[in-house]
């Protein structure tokens, strides 16, 4: 894992290059010795994880969390200070876990093995499986995770977006949506696409009308039959469609 190493004192950085070659799949890939050297490392070297000091010259540990956190992929972020007084402050920024110097091998052992779901690689894999998607509501853009989408449906040469508490209209059209986000969406009819991971089931009604059931809303999908047909294979949902 790529690691950057940022503090002021070179002794510091020294001893932490150090612990870490106790550590092979954890690599120092470059220093830093305050905030502004370690934005632009960051954005040079793009490293998973940051061993980041909280009081430097210039911008402090802090701040410079809160701009690594706005990054689309952040790195993992693990403080290491000689300052427990920080505390409660660190952790309103989210990092892996918070270190106080002088750094304890075994303690910083264990702050690796609890990177987990903050690695990079596994921010890349959730923004591929859950990607943020864009809507503007008046002057404001606004976005939310994909896993919040219920379902997209275009109406009067706009496509309306309906997510968990709201609605929106967002700039794609069905086929740009579709390409875009295609692994994660299903066609119901012409003018509809459906978030997968909330299908629920299929039924019919009296008039062999088909619908799509979904979690987290009591609106009902018309599915055309072309489309019912793919569903039903696909979901294996012959019951359903045939009683």
Same mark, same amino acid.
């Given at each position: 894992?790529?690691?950057?190493?940022?503090?002021?004192?070179?002794?510091?950085?020294?001893?932490?290059?150090?612990?870490?070659? %106790?550590?092979?799949?954890?690599?120092?890939?470059?220093?830093?010795? +305050?905030?502004? /050297?370690?934005? %632009? @490392?960051?954005?040079? !070297?793009?490293?998973?994880?940051?061993?980041?000091?909280?009081? *430097?010259?210039?911008?402090?540990?802090? &701040? #410079?969390?809160? @701009?690594?956190?706005?990054?689309?992929?952040?790195?993992?972020?693990?403080?290491?200070? %000689?300052?427990?007084?920080?505390?409660?402050?660190?952790?309103?920024?989210?990092? =892996?876990?918070?270190?106080?110097?002088?750094?304890?091998?075994?303690?910083?052992?264990?702050?690796?093995?609890?990177?987990? *779901?903050?690695?990079? =690689?596994?921010?890349?894999? +959730?923004? /591929?499986? +859950?990607?943020?998607?864009?809507?503007?509501?008046? +002057?404001?853009?606004?976005?939310?995770?994909?896993?919040?989408?219920?379902? $997209?449906?275009?109406?009067?040469?706009?496509?309306? *977006?309906? $997510?968990?508490?709201? /609605?929106?209209?967002?700039?794609?059209?069905?086929?740009?949506? /579709?390409?875009?986000?295609?692994? !994660?969406?299903?066609?119901?009819?012409?003018?509809?696409?459906?978030?997968?991971?909330?299908?629920?089931?299929? @039924?019919?009604?009296?008039?062999?009308?088909?619908? =799509?059931?979904? &979690?987290?809303?009591?609106?009902?999908?018309?599915?055309?039959?072309?489309? %019912?047909? @793919?569903?039903?294979?696909?979901?294996?949902?012959?019951? #359903?469609?045939?009683?």
């Amino acid at each position: 894992m790529r690691t950057l190493i940022v503090d002021d004192e070179p002794l510091a950085r020294s001893r932490l290059k150090r612990l870490l070659l %106790a550590h092979p799949d954890y690599v120092c890939v470059g220093e830093a010795s +305050n905030g502004e /050297e370690a934005i %632009a @490392q960051v954005e040079a !070297l793009k490293p998973d994880l940051v061993l980041l000091d909280i009081e *430097m010259p210039g911008s402090d540990g802090l &701040s #410079v969390a809160e @701009q690594l956190n706005a990054r689309q992929i952040p790195p993992a972020i693990i403080f290491v200070t %000689a300052h427990p007084e920080h505390a409660l402050d660190a952790y309103r920024v989210s990092p =892996a876990d918070y270190l106080l110097k002088p750094v304890d091998p075994e303690r910083l052992t264990t702050a690796l093995s609890r990177l987990g *779901m903050h690695t990079r =690689a596994h921010l890349e894999r +959730n923004e /591929e499986l +859950n990607p943020w998607i864009s809507y503007q509501i008046g +002057n404001s853009l606004r976005r939310i995770r994909f896993e919040k989408v219920q379902y $997209f449906m275009a109406e009067d040469k706009i496509v309306k *977006m309906v $997510f968990d508490g709201g /609605e929106a209209i967002v700039e794609q059209s069905l086929k740009q949506l /579709e390409q875009r986000y295609g692994q !994660l969406t299903l066609r119901a009819h012409r003018n509809c696409i459906i978030n997968k991971s909330r299908m629920i089931g299929i @039924q019919k009604d009296i008039h062999s009308c088909y619908f =799509a059931e979904l &979690s987290g809303t009591a609106d009902k999908i018309e599915v055309s039959r072309r489309f %019912a047909s @793919q569903l039903k294979h696909i979901y294996h949902l012959s019951d #359903v469609l045939d009683r």
